[in-house]
């Protein structure tokens, strides 16, 4: 008897492209959702940032209100706070990381001085068995600048008050093994990370 050979089907070859078809598709789709994933990260580290800075500046005009008699002395030159220029004096209460410290007596000049200086900068404070210390909201954000500017009014009790405070927000980079990142522990000065600033400002008149 003779074997009869059985013509191959093209519904085999088409069942392979649709499978390839589907695996492409498929790809596609998991790297646009780990796109979306990455970005969605990088948006609420974002706005994370924003708030801390919204509040930065509130506590700011909130203790430029409380001394407004001494209002020009909050005005910075045009440059960013120093934040190696610790005041020798500290106007209000503050945790050390071991015990409270009290606040020392300060004139018009040091309190401005230091509220410049407690609202931009944070303290070195370390707490045994603690790997990382957030003290304020200063240390929440990367790399904060603070600029405020005192414009004299015609009449007392008429100063303009600019407070102007920027930060860096990450946009992309790389890790120590090249791969493409957004949000890492990674300190902003390292050169592999790309960054923009971003600003906050606020006009009052205290």
Known sequence: MKNRRIPLSHSSAFTLVEV????AVTTIGLVGLSAMMIEAGRTVQDSGNRSQAIWIVEDLTN????????????????????CNAVP???????????????????????????DLWDVACSR??????????R?????TISAPQLIVSVQAGAIEGQDL?????SWDS???????????????DTKLTDRTIMSR???IRSDFTP
């Open 197 to 199: 600033r971003e600003n």
């Open 20 to 23: 390839m078809v589907t695996l």
């Open 161 to 165: 008050v600019t407070i102007d405070l």
């Open 63 to 82: 203790r430029i209100i409380a001394n407004r008699e001494e209002v020009q002395l909050y005005d910075t030159g045009g440059v960013p706070v120093d």
């Open 124 to 133: 070195d404070i370390v707490i045994s068995n603690s790997d990382l210390v």
């Open 88 to 114: 020798q004096t500290s106007c209000a209460d503050f945790f050390n990381g071991v015990a409270k410290v009290t606040a020392d007596a300060c004139t018009s000049n040091q309190l401005a001085a230091y």
């Open 170 to 184: 990450r946009i992309g980079g790389t890790d120590v093994g090249g791969n493409r990142i957004y949000i890492s």
């Open 135 to 139: 003290s304020d909201s200063s240390s």
